[in-house]
Each structure stands twice: as C-alpha cells, then as structure tokens.
Antibody
Framework: EVQLVESGGGLVQPGGSLRLSCAAS????????MHWVRQVPGKGPVCVSR????????NYAGSVKGRCTISRDNAKNTLYLQMNSLRVEDTGVYYC????????????WGQGTLVTVSS | DIQMTQSPSTLSASVGDRVTITCRAS??????LAWYQRKPGKAPNLLIY???NLETGVTSRFSGSGFGTEFTLTISSLQPDDFATYYC?????????FGHGTKVDTK
C-alpha cells in the first residue's frame, strides 16, 4: 500500500522558513516524479513544485520560484520542500503527491501538513 | 498559467439524478485533463484521466468527455457515496492547474 506522510508544517512569521518532509513507502520511490501541492479551504489545489525520480529536474510555480527548493533523498525514500522568505499567501495545507508513471495526473496523495504564515 | 474554470460551484441534487459538471480551460489542453473526487478529511481520489479514461477501480457511474477547452464529468445516477467536491486538473503545461471545485450536495 502506498503511504505518503508529511511533516514539518507549523506557524511561522512572515519572512521565516520551514522545511517540509514527506516519507514515502509502499512503492519504488525513485521511479516516480513527486510533487508538492498546496490547498486552502474553499479553493482548488495549487501545484507548488515537482521533482523527477532521480532528482535531476525540478520546476516551481512562479509564486514560489526563488524562495523554495524541492529535493529528495531516494536512499531514505523522502521528499523535501525548503521554504524561505515565507509570505502570508503561502498559508495552506501542503500535500506530498505522487504523479502517475505514464500520465501527468496524480494517483496518490498524503494527508497534508498545515503551514500558517502569520504575525 | 492555464486557468481552469469549473461550473457550477455548487450543485444540489438527489439520489438517482444525472449530474453534469463542466470544466473550461483558458487555452487548448488537448485531452490532458483529470477529474478528482474529494471528501472532507480525505485526500483527493482520481476518477478520470486523459479526459475520458476511467481510473481502475472507479465505478462506471462516472464518465468524462471533451477535448481542447471544454470538458464534462457526468455521474449517471447519483448515489449517496457521491456527495463530495469534484475538481478538474490540466496537465498540459506545468504548473498544472486545478479548477476551484464543484460541491455536490443534497437537494
């Protein structure tokens, strides 16, 4: 069974930093692109960043480019998102999401970790 | 970024109703569209991919259609388990983008 367990969220002041982690199990982690997706209540999910299976390719949404870094440790089956210079609009639940192997859609999501940016 | 517009935002229906949700893309996305179902406190569940392909294990009550900029999700006969929020998502160009969701509730 695929499991994705996020951690590292919390309350942080504007300008602060957080590092999110996602522990993956139940599948061959290095074979999959992985994503971070943010959602706030009442709105649709927003793709934040993605990373290829071997970690050589990364992409970011414009709103976080230059402030966030996605990475992975395939030996530890763990995905990360380093978030710096946090803004109020970064607030939301952050999900670790597995992309389907052959398509651009998502086939497994974690339960999410809440990030609140507030003074 | 490609904008995805879903309608309606809320849909009130009864068990047994045929339900249709529409998703419109701000530019052509070919067939690269997925539909998800989300229930409170749970992660989204993939229903449809490539606009019309039913995900393995998903009931055939759900069907999808469309190409280019106009897409629909249809529930042929609404069941109690189907009351939820539905999202469309394009994966034609990154950042992939979602609609704002359609909540299906009880009439």
């Amino acid at each position: 069974e695929v499991q994705l367990v996020e951690s590292g969220g919390g309350l942080v002041q504007p300008g602060g930093s957080l590092r999110l982690s996602c522990a993956a199990s139940g599948f061959t982690f290095s074979n999959y692109w992985m994503h971070w997706v943010r959602q706030v209540p009442g709105k649709g999910p927003v793709c934040v960043s993605r990373i290829s299976g071997d970690g050589s390719s990364t992409n970011y949404a414009g709103s976080v480019k230059g402030r966030c870094t996605i990475s992975r440790d395939n030996a530890k089956n763990t995905l990360y998102l380093q978030m710096n210079s946090l803004r109020v609009e970064d607030t939301g639940v952050y999900y670790c999401v597995r992309r389907h192997q052959v398509g651009g859609f998502f086939d497994d999501w974690g339960q999410g970790t809440l990030v609140t940016v507030s003074s | 970024d490609i904008q995805m517009t879903q309608s309606p935002s809320t849909l009130s229906a009864s068990v047994g109703d045929r339900v249709t949700i529409t998703c419109r893309a701000s530019q052509s996305i070919d067939y690269k569209l997925a539909w998800y179902q989300r229930k409170p406190g749970k992660a989204p569940n993939l229903l449809i991919y490539d606009a019309s392909n039913l995900e393995t294990g998903v009931t055939s009550r759900f069907s999808g259609s469309g190409f280019g900029t106009e897409f629909t999700l249809t529930i042929s006969s609404l069941q109690p388990d189907d009351f939820a929020t539905y999202y469309c998502q394009q994966y034609y160009t990154y950042p992939w983008t979602f609609g704002h969701g359609t909540k299906v509730d009880t009439k």
